[in-house]
């Protein structure tokens, strides 16, 4: 009989078994794939622990040569489940030496997008965007893996799940499957936090990018799932979150997050909303942004002014308006946030929006009581009042944007008329300018 030779490796010996049970030779792919194999074999310091799940990732990379959506789920599963895997394991075990490279050479990242790409959005039957979000988590830990890609990456992954139909037309097993991939996406905004090689709040700053378009459709599921990603991401910056934890020093790391106004002023707005489900988890996302704030005070550059005593939480009964959120989220934005608070609530007067008109008419009372903390950019709001005052009608907003425009024009009159007029063709600047400004605010013309 002639003698078989010991495999090379315990893998090929895996390949040879697997064949021989078939009574088939192993096939082309096969030599491929385990070629590729032994060839990183020497440079992975996770090889000897991880040469199955190896496998299985290089298995499945060298067949996406066929048609897309033709890959079988089974394989998809396993190569997803073999990141995680291998990942894992070289963080136990410090095992990273050669796993950037293999990542990188290999376009695991890619991949995984293309798989959520091509997953349908009408349905959720199977746990392919639950997994690859969890991989993605764990390819955050290898270092700049994921450099430069994670903004195409977030918004596949929120495309993937956000334009899903409601939930509630869901079948049962399909609603265990969304409850499940929202977790994992919830897990992986979190390690793209913690795990991010320049500051968390870069990286907070580069989600909410990608997060708040999904925050203004006009869909209810898809403001409620954007809106339920804010509040639980929040929920972890207050409470689990420590920056100086994350920072490449370890000292004190300033929270310089631009987009932090746009996020408060659509929860504020979201707060006032008719939906209770997004109510409350804007309140809850309020909450605990207030709080994760005020970890962070030097938000706002006047805050090495202010007493450093504790500040009053916002309170949760009775229910606060949207009046009380902005007044005390006041105190901690920069000039530029409170701005974009107040750009976001005179687009949420408009007739299209469902905000409850009266309590976002009065979050703008409050900033003419205040125009030096408020109304400091006052191009850019002139410019957004302009862009909307056509679609303003309701008697509680008109009121309100009437008496901000008067507050402008007698507190900054030169910077309104320079503002409008560079908006108007030169023959009509004149009547333009008496039109919008004139008759508006009461009796008193502008002395530009």
């Known amino acids: ?12 010996a895996w390949v040879e078994a697997e064949a021989r049970q078939e009574n088939t030779a192993p096939s082309e792919h096969h030599e491929h794939v385990m070629e590729l194999l032994l060839n990183e074999a020497g440079s992975l310091a996770v090889y000897k622990k991880e040469e199955e799940s190896l496998y299985s990732i290089l298995s499945f990379v060298s067949s996406t040569q066929q048609p897309p959506g033709c890959q079988d789920k089974d394989l998809k599963m396993k190569f997803l489940r073999s990141i995680i895997s291998v990942c894992r394991t070289a963080r136990n075990c410090d095992l990273w030496c050669g796993l950037d490279a293999f990542c990188k050479k290999y376009e695991l990242a890619e991949h995984i997008k293309v798989l959520l790409e091509e997953e349908p ?47 509630e037309y869901l079948e049962c097993q399909s609603r265990i499957y969304y409850l499940r991939t929202l977790d994992a996406m919830d897990r ?8 991010s090689p320049l500051s968390g709040f870069t990286e907070l700053q580069d989600i909410l990018q990608i997060l708040l378009p999904f925050a203004n459709s006009d869909s209810e599921a898809i ?6 990603r804010a509040a639980k991401l929040t ?34 707005l979201c707060h006032t909303c008719e939906n209770r489900q997004i109510r409350w988890e804007a309140l809850d996302a309020l909450y605990y942004l207030y709080q994760f704030i005020q970890k962070n005070r030097r938000t706002a550059p006047e805050a090495s002014q202010q007493p450093q005593g504790k500040a009053e939480a916002i309170p949760r009964l009775p229910l606060p ?37 009266q309590e976002v008419s009065g979050v703008l009372d409050m900033a003419i009581e205040d125009p030096a903390s408020w109304l400091t950019d006052v191009p850019e709001i002139v410019r957004c009042i302009y862009r909307h005052v056509e679609c303003i009608n309701t008697a509680s907003a008109r009121r309100s944007l009437d008496s901000l425009i008067l507050c402008l024009a007698n507190q900054r009159p030169r910077e309104v008329a320079s503002t409008l007029l560079q908006m108007w063709p030169s023959s009509d600047r004149h009547a333009n300018l008496q039109v919008f400004l004139y008759g508006r605010g009461g009796d008193r013309r502008l002395s530009a």
């Open 235 to 268: 929920g972890w910056l207050a409470t689990r979150f420590s920056p100086e934890d994350h920072s490449a020093d370890g000292g004190y790391t300033e929270c310089n997050v631009p987009l932090l106004g746009q996020l408060v002023g659509w929860l504020l």
């Open 321 to 357: 308006t949207a009046t009380d959120i902005a007044t005390n989220f006041g105190k901690y934005l920069q000039q530029s946030q409170r701005t974009d608070v107040i750009l976001k609530v005179i687009e949420a007067l408009r007739d299209s929006n469902t905000y409850d008109k």
């Open 188 to 195: 992986m905004l979190r390690l793209f936090i913690r795990n």
């Open 1 to 12: 009989m002639e003698e078989r030779r010991p495999p090379s490796s315990p893998m090929l």
């Open 121 to 167: 959005l009408d349905v959720l039957h199977t746990a392919v965007q639950q997994q690859a979000m969890l991989a993605l988590g764990h390819l955050s830990y290898v270092n700049s893996v994921l450099e430069g890609k994670k903004k195409s990456i977030l918004l596949t992954c929120f495309n993937s799940v956000f334009l899903l139909p409601s939930h």
């Open 223 to 228: 403001c409620e799932r954007a809106v339920g």
